[in-house]
Protein backbone atom coordinates (compact mmCIF):
# COMPACT_ATOMS: atom_id res chain seq x y z
CA UNK A 1 0.00 0.00 0.00
CA UNK A 2 1.31 3.67 -0.83
CA UNK A 3 0.89 4.91 2.70
CA UNK A 4 2.99 1.70 3.54
CA UNK A 5 5.37 2.63 1.67
CA UNK A 6 5.54 6.32 2.67
CA UNK A 7 5.44 5.56 6.27
CA UNK A 8 8.45 3.41 6.14
CA UNK A 9 10.78 6.17 3.98
CA UNK A 10 9.42 8.65 6.42
CA UNK A 11 10.85 6.49 9.68
CA UNK A 12 14.05 5.49 7.27
CA UNK A 13 15.05 9.41 6.90
CA UNK A 14 14.10 10.22 10.58
CA UNK A 15 16.87 7.81 11.30
CA UNK A 16 19.29 9.03 8.68
CA UNK A 17 18.88 12.28 9.85
CA UNK A 18 18.75 11.46 13.90
CA UNK A 19 22.66 11.43 14.51
CA UNK A 20 22.47 15.09 12.53
CA UNK A 21 20.01 16.79 15.02
CA UNK A 22 22.24 17.45 17.74
CA UNK A 23 24.54 19.31 15.63
CA UNK A 24 22.05 21.18 14.63
CA UNK A 25 20.90 22.12 17.86
CA UNK A 26 24.42 23.26 18.63
CA UNK A 27 24.08 25.05 14.61
CA UNK A 28 20.84 27.14 16.47
CA UNK A 29 22.37 28.07 19.72
CA UNK A 30 25.31 30.10 17.86
CA UNK A 31 21.83 32.97 18.31
CA UNK A 32 20.03 31.31 21.16
CA UNK A 33 22.37 29.56 23.48
CA UNK A 34 19.40 28.03 24.83
CA UNK A 35 19.49 25.35 22.14
CA UNK A 36 22.24 23.89 23.00
CA UNK A 37 20.39 22.90 27.19
CA UNK A 38 18.53 20.12 27.86
CA UNK A 39 19.10 18.23 24.52
CA UNK A 40 18.32 15.01 26.27
CA UNK A 41 15.12 15.37 26.45
CA UNK A 42 14.47 15.72 22.61
CA UNK A 43 15.45 11.99 22.84
CA UNK A 44 12.87 11.48 25.75
CA UNK A 45 16.37 10.89 27.93
CA UNK A 46 14.46 12.31 31.20
CA UNK A 47 13.51 10.52 34.95
CA UNK A 48 9.67 8.62 34.50
CA UNK A 49 7.25 11.05 35.98
CA UNK A 50 5.37 10.15 39.01
CA UNK A 51 3.00 7.51 38.25
CA UNK A 52 -0.54 9.16 38.54
CA UNK A 53 -3.66 9.66 36.06
CA UNK A 54 -2.12 12.58 33.30
CA UNK A 55 -3.17 14.88 30.35
CA UNK A 56 -0.64 15.85 28.22
CA UNK A 57 -1.03 19.35 26.37
CA UNK A 58 1.75 19.83 23.38
CA UNK A 59 2.17 23.61 22.31
CA UNK A 60 5.12 24.16 19.85
CA UNK A 61 6.36 27.52 20.92
CA UNK A 62 5.43 30.79 22.13
CA UNK A 63 2.03 31.51 20.08
CA UNK A 64 0.41 28.38 20.87
CA UNK A 65 1.32 28.19 24.74
CA UNK A 66 -0.29 31.39 24.85
CA UNK A 67 -3.17 29.63 23.16
CA UNK A 68 -3.82 27.16 25.66
CA UNK A 69 -3.11 28.85 28.89
CA UNK A 70 -6.08 29.21 29.68
CA UNK A 71 -7.36 25.45 28.55
CA UNK A 72 -4.30 24.32 30.70
CA UNK A 73 -5.35 26.59 33.96
CA UNK A 74 -9.28 25.04 33.56
CA UNK A 75 -8.17 21.65 32.69
CA UNK A 76 -6.40 21.93 36.27
CA UNK A 77 -9.22 23.29 37.62
CA UNK A 78 -11.72 20.20 35.76
CA UNK A 79 -9.24 17.65 37.33
CA UNK A 80 -7.02 18.40 40.24
CA UNK A 81 -6.36 14.45 40.55
CA UNK A 82 -4.72 14.60 37.09
CA UNK A 83 -1.52 15.72 36.51
CA UNK A 84 -0.61 18.17 33.44
CA UNK A 85 2.03 17.96 31.41
CA UNK A 86 2.91 20.50 28.96
CA UNK A 87 5.42 19.90 26.36
CA UNK A 88 6.99 22.10 23.69
CA UNK A 89 9.89 22.49 21.51
CA UNK A 90 11.49 25.53 21.31
CA UNK A 91 13.13 27.23 24.12
CA UNK A 92 11.13 30.40 24.04
CA UNK A 93 7.89 28.26 24.24
CA UNK A 94 9.77 26.63 27.56
CA UNK A 95 10.41 29.83 28.88
CA UNK A 96 7.07 31.17 28.35
CA UNK A 97 5.50 28.13 30.04
CA UNK A 98 8.14 28.36 33.10
CA UNK A 99 6.62 32.08 33.18
CA UNK A 100 2.85 31.23 33.00
CA UNK A 101 3.24 28.13 35.27
CA UNK A 102 5.75 27.30 37.41
CA UNK A 103 6.15 24.51 38.77
CA UNK A 104 2.42 24.28 38.84
CA UNK A 105 2.71 21.74 35.41
CA UNK A 106 4.85 19.29 34.52
CA UNK A 107 7.09 20.08 31.61
CA UNK A 108 9.30 18.63 29.02
CA UNK A 109 10.30 19.26 25.13
CA UNK A 110 8.93 16.75 22.77
CA UNK A 111 11.20 13.83 21.87
CA UNK A 112 11.52 14.19 18.07
CA UNK A 113 9.58 11.73 15.74
CA UNK A 114 11.06 8.53 16.08
CA UNK A 115 9.90 5.02 16.90
CA UNK A 116 11.93 4.26 19.83
CA UNK A 117 11.91 7.85 21.16
CA UNK A 118 8.44 7.88 21.26
CA UNK A 119 7.79 4.90 22.75
CA UNK A 120 10.63 6.29 25.83
CA UNK A 121 8.72 9.17 26.20
CA UNK A 122 5.30 7.35 26.49
CA UNK A 123 6.91 5.27 28.84
CA UNK A 124 8.23 7.95 31.01
CA UNK A 125 5.29 10.26 30.91
CA UNK A 126 2.49 7.73 30.63
CA UNK A 127 -0.57 10.28 29.39
CA UNK A 128 -3.87 9.23 29.88
CA UNK A 129 -4.84 11.68 27.29
CA UNK A 130 -3.28 13.78 24.28
CA UNK A 131 -4.14 17.15 23.57
CA UNK A 132 -1.77 18.71 20.34
CA UNK A 133 -2.34 22.09 19.55
CA UNK A 134 -2.68 23.65 16.28
CA UNK A 135 -1.46 21.42 13.21
CA UNK A 136 1.69 19.57 14.97
CA UNK A 137 0.81 16.15 12.99
CA UNK A 138 3.77 13.73 13.93
CA UNK A 139 2.92 10.19 12.40
CA UNK A 140 4.77 7.49 14.77
CA UNK A 141 3.36 9.42 17.89
CA UNK A 142 0.43 9.50 16.71
CA UNK A 143 0.34 6.02 15.64
CA UNK A 144 1.97 5.11 19.07
CA UNK A 145 -0.62 7.11 21.03
CA UNK A 146 -3.19 4.60 18.76
CA UNK A 147 -1.33 1.42 19.90
CA UNK A 148 -1.30 1.97 23.39
CA UNK A 149 -5.20 3.11 22.68
CA UNK A 150 -4.71 7.23 24.37
CA UNK A 151 -7.27 9.28 23.27
CA UNK A 152 -5.93 12.26 21.36
CA UNK A 153 -7.27 15.24 20.23
CA UNK A 154 -5.67 17.90 17.84
CA UNK A 155 -7.05 20.88 19.44
CA UNK A 156 -7.79 24.40 18.30
CA UNK A 157 -6.69 22.85 14.78
CA UNK A 158 -6.05 25.25 11.92
CA UNK A 159 -5.29 24.20 8.40
CA UNK A 160 -4.32 26.44 5.98
CA UNK A 161 -5.24 26.15 2.00
CA UNK A 162 -1.08 26.10 1.51
CA UNK A 163 -0.31 23.61 4.40
CA UNK A 164 -3.15 21.26 3.14
CA UNK A 165 -1.59 21.41 -0.34
CA UNK A 166 1.50 20.42 1.13
CA UNK A 167 0.11 18.20 3.08
CA UNK A 168 -1.58 16.55 -0.30
CA UNK A 169 1.76 15.36 -1.54
CA UNK A 170 2.32 12.91 1.01
CA UNK A 171 -2.06 12.12 1.11
CA UNK A 172 -1.28 8.35 1.93
CA UNK A 173 0.99 8.93 5.26
CA UNK A 174 -0.95 11.86 5.85
CA UNK A 175 -4.33 9.99 5.56
CA UNK A 176 -2.73 7.11 7.98
CA UNK A 177 -1.83 9.68 10.95
CA UNK A 178 -5.08 11.41 10.41
CA UNK A 179 -6.92 7.85 10.72
CA UNK A 180 -4.68 7.71 14.25
CA UNK A 181 -6.20 10.63 15.99
CA UNK A 182 -9.69 10.55 18.15
CA UNK A 183 -10.45 14.05 17.17
CA UNK A 184 -9.48 16.82 15.58
CA UNK A 185 -11.29 20.01 17.21
CA UNK A 186 -11.15 22.37 14.36
CA UNK A 187 -11.26 26.17 14.62
CA UNK A 188 -13.40 26.99 11.24
CA UNK A 189 -14.87 25.00 8.22
CA UNK A 190 -12.27 25.79 6.00
CA UNK A 191 -9.76 23.99 8.20
CA UNK A 192 -12.47 21.28 8.78
CA UNK A 193 -13.08 20.83 5.07
CA UNK A 194 -9.37 20.39 4.70
CA UNK A 195 -8.57 18.01 7.66
CA UNK A 196 -12.04 15.65 6.42
CA UNK A 197 -10.48 15.73 2.46
CA UNK A 198 -7.12 14.82 3.77
CA UNK A 199 -8.82 11.69 5.22
CA UNK A 200 -9.68 12.75 8.73
CA UNK A 201 -12.25 10.44 10.61
CA UNK A 202 -13.42 12.60 13.19
CA UNK A 203 -13.39 16.27 13.17
CA UNK A 204 -15.89 18.62 15.06
CA UNK A 205 -15.74 22.56 14.12
CA UNK A 206 -15.33 23.85 18.19
CA UNK A 207 -14.19 27.48 17.23
CA UNK A 208 -10.87 29.42 17.88
CA UNK A 209 -9.53 28.82 21.34
CA UNK A 210 -7.41 32.21 20.73
CA UNK A 211 -10.75 34.24 21.01
CA UNK A 212 -10.87 33.00 24.90
CA UNK A 213 -7.18 34.96 25.30
CA UNK A 214 -7.00 36.42 29.33
CA UNK A 215 -5.51 39.62 29.18
CA UNK A 216 -4.44 40.28 32.84
CA UNK A 217 -5.58 43.25 34.78
CA UNK A 218 -2.02 43.56 36.07
CA UNK A 219 -0.74 43.17 32.72
CA UNK A 220 -2.86 46.25 31.14
CA UNK A 221 -2.35 48.39 34.36
CA UNK A 222 1.54 47.83 33.79
CA UNK A 223 1.69 48.81 30.12
CA UNK A 224 -0.75 52.54 31.02
CA UNK A 225 2.02 53.04 33.63
CA UNK A 226 4.60 52.34 31.11
CA UNK A 227 2.86 54.40 28.67
CA UNK A 228 3.04 57.61 31.10
CA UNK A 229 6.88 57.48 31.38
CA UNK A 230 7.11 58.49 27.31
CA UNK A 231 5.82 61.94 28.09
CA UNK A 232 2.55 63.04 27.83
CA UNK A 233 0.33 63.00 24.53
CA UNK A 234 2.61 61.11 22.19
CA UNK A 235 1.74 59.19 19.52
CA UNK A 236 2.65 55.29 20.18
CA UNK A 237 2.63 52.99 17.87
CA UNK A 238 3.76 49.00 18.10
CA UNK A 239 5.54 47.07 15.24
CA UNK A 240 4.76 43.17 17.14
CA UNK A 241 6.57 39.78 16.04
CA UNK A 242 8.86 40.86 13.56
CA UNK A 243 11.03 38.57 11.15
CA UNK A 244 13.91 39.17 9.29
CA UNK A 245 13.19 41.76 6.72
CA UNK A 246 10.39 43.36 8.72
CA UNK A 247 12.53 46.04 10.87
CA UNK A 248 13.58 47.55 8.00
CA UNK A 249 10.01 48.15 6.92
CA UNK A 250 8.95 49.06 9.82
CA UNK A 251 11.75 51.87 10.48
CA UNK A 252 11.45 53.03 7.15
CA UNK A 253 7.61 53.49 8.39
CA UNK A 254 8.61 55.17 11.40
CA UNK A 255 10.23 57.99 9.66
CA UNK A 256 7.74 58.22 7.43
CA UNK A 257 5.26 58.80 10.75
CA UNK A 258 7.76 61.15 12.34
CA UNK A 259 7.18 63.51 9.58
CA UNK A 260 3.66 64.13 10.83
CA UNK A 261 4.62 63.51 14.50
CA UNK A 262 7.63 63.97 15.79
CA UNK A 263 7.28 63.43 18.56
CA UNK A 264 5.85 59.46 17.58
CA UNK A 265 7.20 56.71 19.87
CA UNK A 266 7.88 52.98 17.96
CA UNK A 267 7.62 50.07 20.21
CA UNK A 268 9.57 47.13 18.23
CA UNK A 269 8.85 43.52 18.99
CA UNK A 270 11.35 41.14 16.87
CA UNK A 271 9.91 37.63 17.36
CA UNK A 272 12.74 35.55 18.45
CA UNK A 273 15.29 36.43 20.77
CA UNK A 274 18.22 35.84 18.54
CA UNK A 275 17.04 39.20 16.27
CA UNK A 276 16.71 41.13 19.37
CA UNK A 277 20.64 42.51 19.10
CA UNK A 278 20.06 43.12 15.20
CA UNK A 279 17.16 44.67 15.80
CA UNK A 280 18.80 47.27 18.13
CA UNK A 281 21.79 47.97 15.81
CA UNK A 282 19.40 48.48 12.91
CA UNK A 283 17.59 51.52 15.34
CA UNK A 284 21.06 53.03 16.50
CA UNK A 285 22.49 53.05 12.90
CA UNK A 286 19.11 55.08 11.88
CA UNK A 287 20.09 57.39 14.85
CA UNK A 288 17.09 56.92 17.54
CA UNK A 289 17.41 56.66 20.74
CA UNK A 290 16.69 53.40 22.15
CA UNK A 291 15.49 52.28 25.06
CA UNK A 292 15.92 48.35 25.92
CA UNK A 293 13.89 46.21 27.93
CA UNK A 294 15.93 43.73 28.45
CA UNK A 295 18.40 46.21 30.55
CA UNK A 296 15.14 47.09 32.31
CA UNK A 297 14.89 50.60 30.94
CA UNK A 298 10.93 51.89 30.24
CA UNK A 299 11.50 54.59 28.13
CA UNK A 300 11.51 58.54 28.30
CA UNK A 301 10.08 61.84 27.09
CA UNK A 302 13.67 61.10 25.32
CA UNK A 303 12.74 58.18 23.78
CA UNK A 304 12.37 57.24 20.17
CA UNK A 305 11.87 53.33 19.88
CA UNK A 306 11.35 51.31 22.73
CA UNK A 307 12.53 47.91 21.83
CA UNK A 308 10.96 45.02 23.29
CA UNK A 309 13.83 42.55 23.60
CA UNK A 310 12.43 40.63 26.63
CA UNK A 311 9.59 37.79 26.53
CA UNK A 312 6.67 37.36 27.78
CA UNK A 313 5.67 41.35 27.93
CA UNK A 314 4.01 41.77 24.30
CA UNK A 315 0.59 42.08 25.97
CA UNK A 316 1.96 44.70 28.40
CA UNK A 317 3.59 46.63 25.16
CA UNK A 318 0.46 46.59 23.42
CA UNK A 319 -1.63 47.78 26.54
CA UNK A 320 1.10 50.56 26.11
CA UNK A 321 -0.09 51.75 22.49
CA UNK A 322 -2.20 53.85 20.35
CA UNK A 323 -2.49 51.17 17.06
CA UNK A 324 -0.51 47.75 16.24
CA UNK A 325 1.51 46.25 13.49
CA UNK A 326 1.43 42.68 13.21
CA UNK A 327 4.55 41.51 11.73
CA UNK A 328 5.39 37.79 9.93
CA UNK A 329 2.95 39.08 6.97
CA UNK A 330 5.51 41.64 5.36
CA UNK A 331 7.16 38.75 4.83
CA UNK A 332 5.79 35.04 3.25
CA UNK A 333 5.77 34.13 7.18
CA UNK A 334 1.93 33.55 7.44
CA UNK A 335 1.47 36.41 10.24
CA UNK A 336 0.91 36.07 13.71
CA UNK A 337 -2.30 36.62 16.35
CA UNK A 338 -3.95 40.26 15.67
CA UNK A 339 -7.06 39.24 18.58
CA UNK A 340 -3.58 40.23 21.23
CA UNK A 341 -4.13 43.59 20.28
CA UNK A 342 -7.43 43.74 19.50
CA UNK A 343 -8.86 42.54 22.65
CA UNK A 344 -7.39 45.65 24.07
CA UNK A 345 -9.04 47.91 21.41
CA UNK A 346 -6.36 48.76 19.12
CA UNK A 347 -7.00 48.82 15.27
CA UNK A 348 -4.41 46.58 13.68
CA UNK A 349 -2.46 46.90 10.34
CA UNK A 350 -1.40 43.50 8.95
CA UNK A 351 0.98 42.76 5.69
CA UNK A 352 -0.21 40.40 2.56
CA UNK A 353 1.08 37.37 4.47
CA UNK A 354 -1.24 36.53 6.91
CA UNK A 355 -2.63 33.02 5.71
CA UNK A 356 -1.57 32.00 9.51
CA UNK A 357 -5.14 33.58 10.69
CA UNK A 358 -6.66 33.75 7.73
CA UNK A 359 -10.07 33.46 9.46
CA UNK A 360 -9.57 35.83 12.30
CA UNK A 361 -8.27 38.68 10.00
CA UNK A 362 -11.54 37.66 7.50
CA UNK A 363 -13.64 38.86 10.48
CA UNK A 364 -11.35 41.72 11.94
CA UNK A 365 -11.15 43.38 8.23
CA UNK A 366 -14.87 42.73 7.70
CA UNK A 367 -15.41 44.65 10.95
CA UNK A 368 -13.09 47.53 10.24
CA UNK A 369 -10.52 46.55 12.85
CA UNK A 370 -8.28 45.59 10.88
CA UNK A 371 -6.40 47.23 7.45
CA UNK A 372 -3.74 45.51 5.18
CA UNK A 373 -0.71 47.57 3.98
CA UNK A 374 1.70 45.61 1.05
CA UNK A 375 4.83 47.23 2.14
CA UNK A 376 6.64 49.96 4.21
CA UNK A 377 5.48 53.22 2.03
CA UNK A 378 1.56 52.00 3.00
CA UNK A 379 2.45 51.06 6.29
CA UNK A 380 3.87 54.42 7.16
CA UNK A 381 0.50 56.09 5.44
CA UNK A 382 -1.77 53.55 7.32
CA UNK A 383 0.04 54.21 10.93
CA UNK A 384 -0.03 58.03 10.14
CA UNK A 385 -3.78 57.99 9.71
CA UNK A 386 -4.48 56.48 12.52
CA UNK A 387 -2.70 58.24 14.67
CA UNK A 388 -3.99 61.53 13.77
CA UNK A 389 -7.41 60.22 13.94
CA UNK A 390 -8.59 59.50 17.66
CA UNK A 391 -12.06 59.17 16.36
CA UNK A 392 -10.90 56.05 14.08
CA UNK A 393 -8.70 54.45 16.79
CA UNK A 394 -11.71 54.30 18.80
CA UNK A 395 -14.02 52.92 16.14
CA UNK A 396 -11.55 50.00 14.80
CA UNK A 397 -10.51 49.34 18.50
CA UNK A 398 -14.13 48.94 19.32
CA UNK A 399 -15.12 46.67 16.60
CA UNK A 400 -11.95 44.65 16.97
CA UNK A 401 -13.02 44.19 20.69
CA UNK A 402 -16.44 43.21 19.79
CA UNK A 403 -15.35 40.81 17.07
CA UNK A 404 -12.75 38.74 19.89
CA UNK A 405 -16.54 38.89 22.44
CA UNK A 406 -18.53 37.36 19.64
CA UNK A 407 -16.49 34.80 18.99
CA UNK A 408 -15.95 33.55 22.32
CA UNK A 409 -16.94 30.14 23.59
CA UNK A 410 -14.29 27.63 22.12
CA UNK A 411 -12.91 27.04 25.37
CA UNK A 412 -16.08 25.47 27.14
CA UNK A 413 -16.80 23.48 23.83
CA UNK A 414 -13.30 22.46 23.82
CA UNK A 415 -13.39 21.03 27.65
CA UNK A 416 -16.64 19.51 26.90
CA UNK A 417 -14.78 17.16 24.14
CA UNK A 418 -11.97 16.69 26.67
CA UNK A 419 -14.75 15.11 29.31
CA UNK A 420 -15.44 13.07 26.93
CA UNK A 421 -11.93 11.85 25.68
CA UNK A 422 -11.08 11.50 29.24
CA UNK A 423 -14.09 9.19 30.09
CA UNK A 424 -13.08 7.12 27.41
CA UNK A 425 -9.21 6.97 28.68
CA UNK A 426 -10.17 6.59 31.83
CA UNK A 427 -12.21 3.28 30.77
CA UNK A 428 -9.24 2.17 28.88
CA UNK A 429 -6.99 2.54 31.92
CA UNK A 430 -9.59 0.66 34.68
CA UNK A 431 -9.55 -1.79 32.29
CA UNK A 432 -5.78 -2.34 31.33
CA UNK A 433 -5.40 -2.59 35.44
Not at 76 to 87: D, F, I, K, S
Not at 297 to 323: N, P, R
Not at 372 to 390: I, R, S
Request: glycine letters at 8%.
Amino acid sequence: MKWALSSFIYKIVLVLFAPFVPLRLLWRSRRNPAYRRRIGERFARFAPLPARPRLWVHAVSVGEVIAAAPLVRRLRQAYPEHAVLLTCTTPTGSAQIARLFGDTVEHVYLPYDLPHVVARFLDRTRPHLALIMETELWPNLFAACAGRDIPLMVANARLSERSAAGYARLRGLTRETLGQVTLIAAQDTQSARRFTALGARSVRVLGNLKYDLEVPAEMVARGRALRTGFGRGRPVWVAASTHPGEPEAVLAAFADVRKRFADALLILVPRHPERFGEAFSLCAQAGYRVARRSLGESGSADTDVLLGDTLGELLMLYAAADAAFVGGSLVPTGGHNPLEPASLGLPVVTGPYRGNFESIYEALIEAGAAEVVEDADALGAAMTALLGDPAQRRQAGSAGHAVVLRNRGALARTLEAVGELTARGGRRATSSV
